[in-house]
């Protein structure tokens, strides 16, 4: 069975720090991992990585893939209380056709 | 760009009611999907669809039932609304094209069952 497996659940820090959210998966045919930041309502797109190794980045964000151990990271470094949210991985597979697994999530709470 | 469109916002069903959730998107994906997200949880895929009069069942499918007579349009039908129902609903989208394509959410609907 498919699954998408995120640690840790909920971390709480103080701004200015570096944080580092996990995402596992076991997928079948897998095609591409997503990361998501869901604040009160719709998750908003981070990232889409395909290929191992290669880091995406955005600001202070940044992702990367390792499709032999099969995990991403998505890196926060110096923290604002504008990135308190809950931040999703999702990962497409193609079993018989394309889907969407995600995780649970991981529940960030930046403090000032 | 109005993208993906849900509606109602917000819905406070009893018992036993039925209610039609609608989703429509304006982008021409093939791919659209119905996730529910349970309180401190991550999105369950209820039902999804590749096409025009093509849906499948997803991970929680039991209570609830999709069409899709046209590419824009995927409503999610709950026929006897329980209390296990209680959910914010996403509707999402996607267009395949043979490689990694991002998912399109629409705002949600936030339903209570009571």
């Known amino acids: 069975e498919d699954k998408v497996v995120q640690s840790p659940l909920s971390l709480v820090v103080h701004e200015g720090d570096t944080v580092t959210l996990n995402c596992s998966y076991e997928?079948?045919?897998?095609?591409?991992l997503l990361w998501y930041k869901q604040e009160k309502k719709a998750p908003t797109f981070l990232f889409m990585l395909?290929?191992?190794?290669i880091e995406k980045k955005s600001g202070r964000l940044s992702s990367i893939l390792d499709k032999k151990e099969l995990f991403s990271i998505l890196n926060i470094t110096a923290t604002q209380t504008g990135d308190s949210a809950v931040y999703l991985c999702?990962?497409?597979?193609?079993?018989?056709?394309?889907?969407?697994?995600f995780g649970t999530g991981t529940r960030l709470k930046v403090l000032a | 760009n109005a993208g993906v469109t849900q509606t109602p916002k917000f819905r406070i069903l009893k018992i036993g009611q039925s209610m039609t959730l609608q989703c429509t998107q304006d982008?021409?994906?093939?791919?659209m999907y119905w996730y529910r997200q349970d309180p401190g949880m991550g999105l369950k895929l209820i039902y999804y669809?590749?096409?025009?009069?093509?849906?499948d069942k997803g991970e929680v499918p039991n209570g609830y039932n999709v069409s899709r007579s046209t590419t824009e349009d995927f409503p999610l039908r709950l026929e006897l609304a329980a209390p296990s129902q209680t959910s914010v609903y996403f509707c999402?989208?996607?267009?395949?094209?043979?490689?990694?394509?991002?998912?399109?959410f629409g705002s949600g609907t936030q339903l209570s069952v009571l």
């Open positions: 999402a989208s996607s267009y395949f094209r043979g490689l990694g394509e991002k998912l399109f």
């Open positions: 997928v079948t045919n897998f095609r591409s």
């Open positions: 395909t290929s191992s190794g």
């Open positions: 999702a990962v497409e597979g193609a079993s018989g056709t394309y889907k969407y697994i």
């Open positions: 982008m021409n994906h093939n791919y």
């Open positions: 669809s590749v096409g025009a009069g093509i849906t």
